[in-house]
């Protein structure tokens, strides 16, 4: 064979994000879809367990409440409202992990304690809302080019 010719290699994998290894999708028409038709309670499930944040807690943090909770798990699906919330508190999450250079512990850590460039509150806090959460990231993305705040 001859040496200029250069054998096909397959791209390499790409890692799976954080929302994909929870099922949800990343962006676009989608996730919307996904959204609006409501995340299956497996997504929840999963959300804890990725994030090592407990059920309970990220329940509170998309202010659903433990009866409405109970009625999810029986249904197996949340309605539209409550994944949003949800996604708010994926996407928060995830940023706070790139944060730490994709340390999920230390991203953890950060969102439950408060912090001062966002008053005092916790991030995990401030995802209930859509103003809240994008305060939370742009935060984070004024941390990630070193703004002090």
Same mark, same amino acid.
Request: charged letters at 25%; zero cysteines.
């Given at each position: 064979?001859? *040496?200029?010719?250069?054998?096909? #290699?397959?791209? @390499?994998?790409?890692?799976? $994000?954080?929302?994909? #290894?929870?099922?949800?999708?990343?962006?676009? @028409?989608?996730?919307?879809?996904?959204?609006?038709?409501?995340? +299956?309670?497996?997504?929840?499930?999963?959300?804890?367990? %990725?994030?090592?944040? *407990?059920?309970?807690?990220?329940?509170?943090?998309?202010?659903?409440?433990?009866? $409405?909770?109970?009625?999810?798990? +029986?249904?197996? *699906?949340?309605?539209?409202?409550?994944?949003?919330?949800?996604?708010?508190? @994926?996407? %928060?999450?995830?940023?706070?992990?790139?944060?730490?250079?994709?340390?999920?512990? +230390?991203?953890?850590?950060?969102? *439950?304690?408060? /912090?001062?460039?966002?008053?005092?509150?916790?991030?995990?806090?401030?995802?209930? $809302?859509?103003?809240?959460?994008?305060? /939370?990231?742009?935060?984070?993305?004024?941390? #990630?080019?070193?703004?002090? /705040?």
């Amino acid at each position: 064979m001859p *040496q200029n010719i250069k054998i096909y #290699e397959p791209p @390499a994998k790409r890692k799976k $994000t954080f929302l994909g #290894e929870i099922g949800i999708p990343s962006r676009g @028409a989608k996730l919307n879809a996904a959204i609006n038709a409501g995340f +299956k309670y497996a997504v929840y499930t999963k959300l804890a367990d %990725v994030s090592g944040i *407990q059920k309970i807690d990220i329940a509170a943090a998309a202010l659903i409440t433990r009866p $409405t909770l109970n009625r999810r798990a +029986k249904s197996g *699906q949340f309605n539209r409202g409550e994944s949003d919330r949800l996604y708010r508190f @994926a996407k %928060v999450f995830t940023a706070a992990t790139e944060l730490f250079e994709g340390n999920k512990s +230390k991203a953890r850590e950060w969102i *439950q304690k408060p /912090v001062r460039g966002l008053g005092g509150q916790r991030p995990i806090e401030m995802v209930g $809302t859509t103003a809240e959460s994008e305060t /939370v990231l742009d935060l984070i993305n004024r941390l #990630e080019h070193g703004i002090i /705040v």
